[in-house]
């Protein structure tokens, strides 16, 4: 089955589809914010044109066309895509228009509904255990950088507060060719597809953390995402003074804006990147703990260890050793 034969698919009228088109219930020009109802729980349900399950912790959902999706809620994550066209999506009480391309991430038990879909309006849900998502979507900030740690604390505020994160993803070149893949695996499967559809859920994962850090990269008043990356470059030579000189700031402001956004200091920023580095060089090389330290900017492994156990509550060795018997995690005091 090729990219042709999807779309085609895609756009076919199915048969509880033509019910609605024959005998419209509801018009084109329906807005789900002037429709008042109760928020209704919606159940698994029948897949439709996905009719293969190849990963047990997911599967993928064409929404019905020809009327709304009333409010509902459910126990499951949802991510939308939309394939062609627009639709209203409302969240809670918040309406905004899907544009082709873009994606929303849902959190289970959200009450949300979908607006009205013309024929050329195809919205694409795909419906994930919320253990599975947790597991694989923040593994994707497992760099060991302060930008990969304010992008999952940010992600994690922010689903927390609003119950669904919006991905501004028309643009890129990357998602339709993955989401047409996950659809294809869904239609026809390969030998592998478990393995194929878990790669490319990461694959899809890690295109909308670039996503997201693009879009805060745009914020020209406060250029925190470019000053994160800058730090992790040039942590072991940079200080307060070069780099308010590299993003032509006044040193005053660049110490308010980082406290104010990471709630740290540029000096604690610094340590905090120093021993990420360390930590992930302890985990992911054979190095030996001195040449961790050097490497690091420690002269006196004295008081590197000093240091390292002040942060991790253990010695380089223990954390070493400790991350070998358990695998990755976040240490205690990191």
Same mark, same amino acid.
């Given at each position: 089955?090729?990219?042709?034969?999807?779309?085609?698919?895609?756009?076919?009228?199915?048969?509880?589809?033509?019910?609605?088109?024959?005998?419209? $219930?509801?018009?084109?020009?329906?807005?789900?914010?002037?429709?008042?109802?109760?928020?209704?729980?919606? @159940?698994?349900?029948?897949?439709?044109?996905?009719?293969?399950?190849?990963?047990?912790?997911?599967?993928?959902?064409?929404?019905?066309?020809?009327?709304?999706?009333?409010?509902?809620?459910?126990?499951?994550?949802?991510?939308?895509?939309?394939?062609?066209?627009?639709?209203?999506?409302?969240?809670? @009480?918040?309406?905004?228009?899907?544009?082709?391309?873009?994606?929303?991430?849902? @959190?289970?038990?959200?009450?949300?509904?979908?607006?009205?879909?013309?024929?050329?309006?195809?919205?694409?849900?795909?419906?994930?255990?919320?253990?599975?998502?947790?597991?694989?979507?923040?593994?994707?900030?497992?760099?060991?950088?302060?930008?990969?740690?304010?992008?999952?604390?940010?992600?994690?505020?922010?689903?927390?507060? @609003?119950?669904?994160?919006?991905?501004?993803?028309?643009?890129?070149?990357?998602?339709?060719?993955?989401?047409?893949?996950?659809?294809?695996?869904?239609?026809?499967?390969?030998?592998?597809?478990?393995?194929?559809?878990?790669?490319?859920?990461?694959?899809?994962?890690?295109?909308?953390?670039?996503?997201?850090?693009?879009?805060?990269?745009?914020?020209?008043?406060?250029?925190?995402?470019?000053?994160?990356?800058?730090?992790?470059?040039?942590?072991?030579?940079?200080?307060?003074?070069?780099?308010?000189?590299? $993003?032509?700031?006044?040193?005053?402001?660049?110490?308010?804006?980082?406290?104010?956004?990471?709630?740290?200091?540029?000096?604690?920023?610094?340590?905090?990147?120093?021993?990420?580095?360390?930590?992930?060089?302890?985990?992911?090389?054979?190095?030996?703990?001195?040449?961790?330290?050097?490497?690091?900017?420690?002269?006196?492994?004295?008081?590197?260890?000093?240091?390292?156990?002040?942060?991790?509550?253990?010695?380089?060795?223990?954390?070493?050793?400790?991350?070998?018997?358990?695998?990755?995690?976040?240490?205690?005091?990191?």
């Amino acid at each position: 089955m090729n990219y042709k034969t999807l779309e085609q698919l895609l756009h076919t009228i199915e048969p509880a589809e033509k019910i609605y088109l024959e005998k419209p $219930f509801f018009s084109d020009s329906f807005s789900i914010k002037d429709y008042i109802t109760t928020v209704y729980m919606m @159940d698994g349900g029948a897949s439709g044109l996905f009719k293969y399950t190849p990963h047990p912790e997911l599967k993928l959902t064409k929404t019905g066309r020809f009327r709304p999706v009333l409010p509902h809620i459910h126990p499951w994550i949802e991510l939308g895509y939309m394939f062609s066209g627009s639709c209203e999506h409302m969240v809670r @009480d918040r309406v905004y228009t899907l544009k082709k391309g873009q994606i929303y991430i849902l @959190d289970s038990d959200t009450p949300h509904s979908i607006g009205y879909l013309g024929e050329n309006d195809i919205h694409i849900s795909i419906v994930i255990n919320k253990p599975f998502f947790t597991e694989v979507f923040f593994h994707h900030f497992s760099e060991e950088s302060v930008l990969s740690r304010f992008l999952s604390d940010a992600l994690s505020a922010m689903a927390s507060h @609003d119950n669904y994160l919006f991905f501004p993803s028309e643009d890129n070149r990357r998602i339709p060719f993955i989401m047409n893949e996950l659809m294809l695996e869904h239609l026809s499967p390969s030998g592998n597809a478990p393995s194929i559809v878990s790669s490319l859920i990461s694959l899809l994962f890690l295109e909308l953390v670039n996503v997201y850090e693009q879009q805060s990269s745009q914020d020209t008043e406060s250029p925190l995402i470019p000053i994160l990356r800058y730090i992790r470059a040039n942590y072991l030579t940079c200080s307060l003074i070069s780099t308010a000189r590299a $993003f032509s700031l006044n040193p005053n402001y660049l110490t308010t804006m980082l406290k104010k956004k990471t709630g740290m200091t540029f000096k604690e920023l610094i340590q905090q990147q120093r021993f990420l580095s360390i930590t992930g060089q302890l985990q992911n090389t054979g190095l030996s703990i001195e040449e961790i330290a050097h490497l690091n900017g420690y002269e006196n492994t004295t008081y590197f260890y000093k240091k390292f156990r002040q942060e991790y509550h253990c010695s380089p060795k223990e954390f070493r050793e400790r991350y070998r018997r358990t695998g990755p995690s976040r240490p205690e005091g990191s």
